[in-house]
């Protein structure tokens, strides 16, 4: 079983910042893509970044390119989100995910296979 803990979560105002982080324990494949999703109320989960496996690839939805860095600690086990120049729009539960393809990273909820329970972002104007 892989487990996927984020944390760093909270409340900013408009153009502030917040790093969130998603460490990774347990029976993990030797090689997975990452990735940062996010839910508003009632809205789909949708895709906001993510990693290939060995961390060379990486992918941006439009709107948070420029803003919003991931990066991955291996060492750790660790994935990272830098948030910055947050606007309300950003605000959303944001959840990790780790997939066990090997390859380019993927933008599509179904294809990652593990989850973390999310934490929260709210930015205010």
């Known amino acids: 079983q892989v487990q996927l803990v984020e944390s760093g979560g909270g409340s900013v105002q408009a153009g502030g910042s917040l790093r969130l982080s998603c460490a990774v324990s347990g029976r993990t494949p030797r090689e997975y893509g990452m990735g940062w999703f996010r839910q508003a109320p009632g809205k789909e989960r949708e895709f906001v970044a993510a990693?290939?496996?060995?961390?060379?690839?990486?992918y941006y939805e439009d709107s948070v390119k420029g803003r919003f860095t991931i990066s991955r600690d291996f060492a750790k086990n660790t994935l990272y989100l830098q948030m910055n120049s947050l606007k309300p729009e950003d605000s959303a539960v944001y959840y990790c995910?780790?997939?066990?393809?090997?390859?380019?990273?993927?933008?599509?909820?179904?294809?990652?296979?593990?989850w973390g329970q999310g934490t929260q972002v709210t930015v205010s104007s």
């Open positions: 990693n290939n496996w060995n961390g060379g690839v990486t």
């Open positions: 995910a780790a997939n066990r393809a090997i390859g380019l990273p993927t933008t599509r909820v179904a294809e990652y296979d593990y």
